[in-house]
C-alpha cells in the first residue's frame, strides 16, 4: 500500500514535466481563483505578508532583472497586490475595484505579459507564470 502511494506523487511529477518540458511549450501560465475556505488561506497569507514587509498600503512590486515593468491600482479598502518579477521584459498590472480583493503576480523568465482585473469585493488570487 505505501509503495502505491509513493508512485502515485511520482508518476503525475514525470507527467507534468512531460508535458510542460522547455523543447514543447515555451512557458507556463497558471491562475488560481479559488473560493470558501482555499480563498481565505490565500487572502491570509498575503496579509501576513503585506505585514511582514510592513506595507501599510497593502500594494508592492518586487523586481530583479531588466526592463520589468509592473503597474497596481486599487479603489476601495482592504486590497493586497503583489507583482514578483524575476527576468527580463517582463509586464505585470493587477486593478482592483472594490473592497478586500487579493491578488499576487509572480513571473520568472522572460517576456511574460499578464493583466489582472479584479472587480467586486472579496475576489481571491495567484497567477503564476514563467517563460523560458
Known amino acids: 500500500m505505501l509503495k502505491r502511494l509513493a508512485v ?5 511529477i514525470t507527467a507534468i514535466s512531460a508535458a510542460f ?3 514543447q511549450a515555451e512557458g507556463v501560465s497558471i491562475t488560481l481563483r479559488p473560493r ?3 480563498a481565505e488561506v490565500i487572502r491570509q497569507g498575503l496579509g501576513l505578508y ?3 514587509r510592513d506595507l501599510k498600503n497593502r500594494s508592492k ?3 530583479r532583472g531588466s526592463n520589468n515593468g509592473a503597474a497596481i491600482a486599487q479603489r476601495g ?3 493586497n497586490a503583489y507583482v ?3 527576468g ?3 509586464s505585470g498590472t493587477i486593478t482592483q475595484n472594490g473592497n478586500n480583493n487579493s491578488h499576487g503576480l509572480f513571473q520568472f523568465g522572460r517576456r511574460n505579459s499578464t493583466t489582472v482585473v479584479q472587480n467586486g469585493n472579496g475576489e481571491v488570487g495567484i497567477t503564476l507564470q514563467g517563460k523560458w
Open 50 to 52: 503585506g505585514m511582514f
Open 77 to 79: 479598502r482592504g486590497n
Open 88 to 90: 527580463r521584459d517582463n
Open 21 to 23: 518540458s522547455p523543447a
Open 61 to 63: 512590486t518586487d523586481q
Open 84 to 86: 514578483f518579477q524575476r
Open 36 to 38: 470558501g475556505e482555499s
Open 8 to 12: 502515485v506523487p511520482l508518476v503525475a
